[in-house]
């Protein structure tokens, strides 16, 4: 059974600060992904690794970065945190032979304050 | 950009009752079709989904139909319990690629 699994179910920061999403999954896939997920608008993917440290921008990545040190972990990234960025994060990962077929962890609710 | 519209937003039956929710995509180049199940709370979890060289796919109550003529994709849940109360989201994607467009969600309330 896949388990992916991230570090935070509730977070609360201040406008400004540094914020670490920490994801991980121990099913040695490939891919891993992130998303964040508001009313009304669906899951949006922010950045996506289909390898240890690479990376690819998804379709809103504009105030984030993230990290793949290990193929287990993938790190999300808010330099300077800022009310807008106050939503549902999740991270999902694949395997290289079914990318599309991807598993969610429990997400992580942020505010922004 | 590559879109996939996905109705309704709300989706309210009677216990019994059949469900259905449909989306339509944009983008010639998807092959692949997922549909996740959000309960409250929790995690998306893929339910079914379907390739683009088949119409139609049964899973016991749950079904999904691909017109792919006119990019068109449907979840049909039948004999729904309380239990199929949760939010769905459906999906396009290739199944190679790593940029899967998700809908914006329906919420199924089913009334016991």
């Known amino acids: 059974d896949v388990k992916v699994t991230q570090s935070s179910r509730y977070l609360v920061k201040r406008t400004g600060e540094k914020v670490f999403l920490e994801c991980v999954q121990d099913m040695d896939h490939e891919n891993m992904f992130w998303y964040r997920q508001d009313p009304g608008l669906g899951l949006r993917l922010i950045y996506f690794?289909?390898?240890?440290?690479?990376?690819e921008k998804g379709d809103i990545p504009e105030g984030y970065s993230v990290s793949r040190e290990k193929k287990e972990r993938f790190s999300l990234i808010l330099e300077s945190a800022s009310t807008n960025q106050t939503s549902m994060y999740l991270c999902?990962?694949?395997?290289?032979?079914?990318?599309?077929?991807?598993?969610f962890g429990p997400g992580t609710r942020l505010t922004v304050t | 950009g590559e879109n996939v519209e996905q109705h309704p937003s709300t989706l309210s039956v009677q216990e019994g009752d059949s469900a259905v929710i449909k989306c339509t995509y944009s983008?010639?180049?998807?092959?692949?079709f997922p549909w996740y199940k959000q309960e409250l709370g929790k995690r998306p979890q893929l339910i079914i989904d379907i390739r683009s060289n088949v119409g139609e796919k049964k899973d016991q109550r749950i079904a999904v139909t691909l017109n792919k003529t006119a990019k068109h994709f449907s979840l049909h849940i039948t004999e729904t319990q309380p239990e199929d109360s949760a939010v769905y989201f459906c999906a396009a994607g290739d199944t190679g690629g790593f940029k899967t467009i998700f809908g914006a969600g329906t919420r199924l309330f089913v009334k016991a």
């Open positions: 983008d010639s180049a998807s092959n692949y």
């Open positions: 999902a990962s694949s395997p290289n032979d079914r990318v599309s077929e991807q598993y």
């Open positions: 690794s289909y390898d240890v440290k690479m990376k």
